[in-house]
T-cell receptor, first 113, second 111 residues
């Protein structure tokens, strides 16, 4: 049973570019959340997807958008990249029963130059 | 903004010693969770304690929760070098089921 997977593992972009990160939730999980973790900080909640809809959103600008597919996988898109967007982006999934415990993927490390 | 704040920021101990980390938060919560993160990788869930619970155990881990002081502690007994990691507390504020993380405690266990 595969856990949460994310791709790519590492990514280098330049300012102004756009990036798409991908996440496949753990089997049996239908809810996906995205977090941004800057160096030396805790994860910051970006948004959560359930039934292909954005259910909750954190304090992030509209440059951050997402999508959830019928198979529950999800994408995080960031437009007009800034240097400050450099961070580890974590995806977490929770099961259909709505338990509070989240299962995290290994993350995508994004560097914006 | 950070709801939970861990203390200390960094902790260095010898293998076999106990490690205690604290977490303080600001608003009423549904529950509090502790996570571990190795070298900037994904987080691993350790333990969840609900607002009506005071203490929970899982193996070498002991978590306490004091809702009157809005604080929690994580005790790792008989630490091992493999326990070296960053430890985060995450709280779900009442009315929200999205966990808010603190900045974490960096634990180094020397063999």
């Amino acid at each position: 049973d595969a856990g949460v997977t994310q791709s790519p593992t590492h990514l280098i972009k330049t300012r102004g570019q756009q990036v798409t990160l991908r996440c496949s939730p753990k089997s049996g999980h239908d809810t996906v959340s995205w977090y941004q973790q800057a160096l030396g900080q805790g994860p910051q909640f970006i948004f959560q997807y359930y039934e292909e809809e954005e259910r909750q959103r954190g304090n992030f600008p509209d440059r951050f958008s997402g999508h959830q597919f019928p198979n529950y996988s999800s994408e995080l898109n960031v437009n007009a990249l800034l240097l400050g967007d450099s961070a580890l982006y974590l995806c977490a999934s929770t099961p259909l029963t709505g338990q509070e415990t989240q299962y995290f993927g290994p993350g995508t490390r994004l560097l914006v130059l | 903004s950070q709801q939970g704040e861990e203390d200390p920021q960094a902790l260095s101990i010898q293998e076999g010693e106990n490690a205690t980390m604290n977490c303080s938060y600001k608003t009423s919560i549904n529950n509090l969770q502790w996570y571990r993160q190795n070298s900037g990788r994904g987080l691993v869930h350790l333990i969840l304690i609900r607002s009506n619970e005071r203490e929970k155990h899982s193996g070498r881990l002991r978590v306490t929760l004091d809702t009157s002081k809005k604080s929690s502690s994580l005790l790792i007994t008989a630490s091992r070098a493999a326990d070296t990691a960053s430890y985060f507390c995450a709280t779900d504020a009442k009315g929200s089921y999205i966990p808010t993380f603190g900045r974490g405690t960096s634990l180094i266990v020397h063999p």
